[in-house]
């Protein structure tokens, strides 16, 4: 069975807390949750950006998702 | 005065042409951030290579695509264009507006950023360059607020959907596509503002196979008008060419003589299907040989039309040359009805069979078109419940698409080859 958007969240915020990696595509989301369709995990994922907890990193081309404080921010890099 | 000396690129203010490098230098009399611009540019022309960085965090509260970040790699050397972000507002349909709204947003672009634009970008939207982060939500106040434009997409969202003139303008159209092209870009608003897919999704619409948008090259769901019955055909107008009372192809290519019109020459023996012919004074068409190259309406304008039963031909599947190569968007439904009565419902359906699949198995980073090459046509056409068609074959034998399945071969997979080979000698 699904999970609930909640328990759902909780899943992306954990797996983008624990991944090595610090943004990911919204496909590395799917595992949380392999009962979830796509546009649920997407749509739970956008949300916690609308909540402050995770950001978007977009290349232009392609946009991942990140915890505020893991986002690889070049903003900063260039100051 | 000039911030830096830039010997390579004043040689491209020579000639005859007009110059971007003198469209900046203007600019950097008012904006002299844009100095930069150029003194970064210079350095990339000496050394070869790039100096800008993109992508970051930037963005408006709310969306996930609209602006794209930019760096530059030397901020200390060229602080103008440290941070001199893109901004992507989404164009009316068929770039319609007037001038005084034109005015309103370069006022507003000059007020907020550099100033310099980009009109417009081969996504389609308006593209403002350069300005700062702390710009951009006053910029998408006012732009929103006051001009109501919205941005457009970027990053792994719709894109901002493009289509040609139209019923507007243009008399070929075979269905409204500034209608169609509005109406997605409404109903699809969180797909366009916030990414959706593995990766970027473009529509792009076209009225007619002219495909002034060029629809079939550029985007992930290309829509092109097309039409079910007979061209149109008035035999006076088709005689008035040939007697040389009309100028053939609207006149565009006037300024040179060609020579007297030749029908044979310049109409029956280029169409690419052989399906013209004149018999005594009558132009006929084999409309079921047609393949709607358009070149024998181009010609003779005032003589042929589309048929009337009009509709659209949707494919699938364009790119540009990232992986493997470019590639042309693939015909799916040969003809549907485009009808704005039910909003566009079919072409809405259609459209979100291929997200649902897509966004559960393309890769990352994968556009619509390698995700079909990756599984090849006919899965595809079973996914999108779209039985196979003759006109899905790009040529005998090179893509087959029956592929039986064993329910439905009698004996199923299991049968005895040595039993067969007894009656069918290899």
């Known amino acids: 069975m699904a999970l609930s958007k909640e328990e759902l969240k909780e899943a992306i915020l954990a797996k983008a807390a624990k991944s090595p990696k610090p943004q990911l595509y919204v496909k590395d989301f799917h595992a949380c949750d392999p009962d979830s369709k796509a546009r649920a995990v997407k749509n739970a994922a956008n949300e916690l950006v609308k909540e402050g907890k995770m950001v978007f990193w977009s290349s232009g081309s392609t946009t991942m998702y990140a915890l505020k404080d893991r986002a690889k921010d070049e903003e900063h890099r260039s100051a | 005065m000039s911030k830096h000396d830039t010997p390579l690129l004043d040689e491209l203010e020579k000639g005859p042409w007009p110059s971007f490098v003198s469209d900046i230098k203007r600019q950097a009399e008012k904006k002299p951030e844009c100095w930069d611009i ?178 079939i090259a550029r985007s992930d769901l290309s829509v092109i008008g097309t039409w079910k019955d007979d061209i149109q055909i008035d035999q006076a107008a088709v005689q008035a060419y040939i007697k040389g009372e009309y100028k053939v192809n609207g006149g565009a290519h006037d300024g040179r003589d060609w020579g007297p019109f030749d029908i044979d020459k310049e109409v029956l023996a280029l169409c690419p299907t052989n399906c013209m012919r004149m018999n005594g004074d009558e132009l006929q068409i084999q409309t079921s040989e047609c393949t709607r190259c358009m070149h024998c309406i181009n010609v003779m304008p005032r003589a042929l039309k589309p048929g009337k039963e009009q509709g659209a031909t949707l494919l699938v599947g364009a790119k540009a040359p990232i992986l493997d190569g470019a590639q042309f968007a693939t015909m799916i439904v040969p003809f549907i009805k485009i009808d704005p009565e039910n909003e566009f419902q079919e072409v809405i359906d259609f459209i979100e069979n291929i997200w649902d699949w897509w966004m559960e198995n393309g890769k990352n980073r994968e556009r619509t078109g390698e995700a079909i090459q990756r599984i090849g046509l006919p899965s595809f056409l079973q996914i999108m419940n779209i039985e196979p068609i003759p006109q899905h074959i790009k040529e005998p034998r090179s893509n087959p698409y029956v592929f039986w399945k064993e329910e439905e071969v009698e004996g199923g997979w299991d049968r005895d080859i040595r039993e067969f080979r007894k009656r069918h000698a290899q």
């Open chain 2, 38 to 215: 150029l003194g970064q540019l210079e350095l990339s022309y000496e050394e070869k290579i790039t100096h800008w960085k993109h992508g970051g965090i930037v963005g408006v509260f709310g969306y996930g695509g609209g602006i794209v970040g930019r760096y530059s790699d030397m901020p200390d050397r060229f602080p103008g264009v440290a941070h001199f972000h893109t901004v992507r507002v989404n164009q009316p349909s068929s770039k319609f507006y007037s001038t005084a709204k034109l005015r309103a947003i370069c006022d507003l672009w000059e007020k907020y950023g550099s100033g310099m634009t980009n009109m417009h970008g081969s996504t389609g939207d308006m593209i403002l360059l350069g300005t700062t982060t702390e710009h951009l939500e006053p910029l998408f106040y006012d732009l929103t607020h006051e001009l109501k434009q919205d941005l457009g997409g970027s990053g792994s969202n719709l894109r901002t959907p493009a289509c040609c003139l139209g019923k507007a303008r243009c008399e070929w159209s075979c269905f409204d596509t500034q209608a169609i092209c509005h109406h997605l870009t409404m109903h699809y608003q969180d797909e366009v503002h916030r990414p959706a897919f593995p990766y970027k999704f473009k529509f792009k619409f076209s009225g007619c196979p002219n495909d002034c948008v060029a629809s």
